[in-house]
């Protein structure tokens, strides 16, 4: 891996989650599946059969590519940087842009981006703007679609 894998804490618990929601459920769920699809004979025309190792294979892979993730994690904490005052990897940053439009994100690693909860990764061209940046510092923010310039309003480490 070239990059380091950072990840918070909240982000490190759910991919161990999802992890063993596979390995517990899903997955012998869906080998007795395959297993009861086997048992009735002819596999070439069994729709159970063939797409319950389809399936399968799916499961595995995710099984594998979690565990190389989780084993690769390197665990920041937030709250560690709360005497700081710089934004950090973890910390959550209000902006307020240059039409006064308020807008909060989190920066996180790429195993939890989740752009519906404004959960950024810090690879990002906002969060690369923002990371070692303090409280009022106004920023340029490089995108496709042309410059924008905010200036920072919180930072909080949660």
Avoid: C
């Avoid at 294979?57 to 994690?73: P, S, V, Y």
């Amino acid at each position: 891996m070239s990059t380091p894998n950072y990840i918070t804490p909240a982000g490190l618990q759910k991919l161990k989650e999802e992890l063993e929601f596979l390995m517990k459920e899903d997955r012998p769920q869906v080998v007795k599946t395959v297993a009861w699809a086997a048992s009735n004979g002819d596999r070439s025309e069994n729709a159970d059969y063939i797409y319950g190792k389809r399936r399968l294979r799916q499961i595995d892979g995710r099984i594998r590519w979690l565990t190389k993730r989780i084993e690769a994690a390197q665990i920041v904490d937030p709250k560690e940087h709360v005497n700081t005052g710089k934004v950090v990897f973890g910390a959550t940053v209000t902006i307020e842009d240059e039409d006064g439009e308020l807008k909060t994100y989190q920066i996180v690693g790429e195993d939890e981006i989740d752009t519906a909860k404004m959960k950024i990764s810090w690879k990002s061209p906002i969060a690369k703007a923002l990371l070692n940046k303090k409280l009022g510092d106004e920023i340029e923010i490089r995108r496709p679609k042309g410059e924008s310039y905010v200036e920072i309003r919180e930072i909080q480490y949660i």
